[in-house]
């Protein structure tokens, strides 16, 4: 299904934070990520650009990864997959 995405629509996704429930409890809690600095987080992502009757959509997804042990510190599996900065 994402084949052609993941060969052909790679793109980066900016953000400054994300948001990973703890599922374990009820409501889940919501816990926060952010880079130390508070600079900015870009995440892998691929892309679909498909013809509508009003022009086009654009939709997009998070690739995500095994979980770190920050991450799997708060029961979950797998997070969104960090570029790391260019240096």
């Known amino acids: 299904m994402f ?10 996704i900016p953000c400054n934070e994300f948001y990973e429930p703890d599922k374990t409890t009820k409501p889940s809690r919501q816990y ?4 130390h600095d508070d600079g900015l ?8 650009i498909n013809p509508t009757d009003n022009g086009i959509a ?9 979980a770190n042990n920050t991450i799997q510190a708060i029961n979950h599996d797998r ?4 570029l790391p900065r260019k240096s």
């Open 41 to 48: 987080l870009a995440m892998a992502g691929i892309y679909t």
């Open 32 to 35: 926060y990520f952010h880079r």
């Open 3 to 12: 084949a052609d995405s993941l060969k052909h629509h790679r793109c980066l």
């Open 79 to 82: 997070m969104p997959a960090p």
């Open 58 to 66: 654009i939709s997009c997804a998070i690739i995500t990864v095994p």
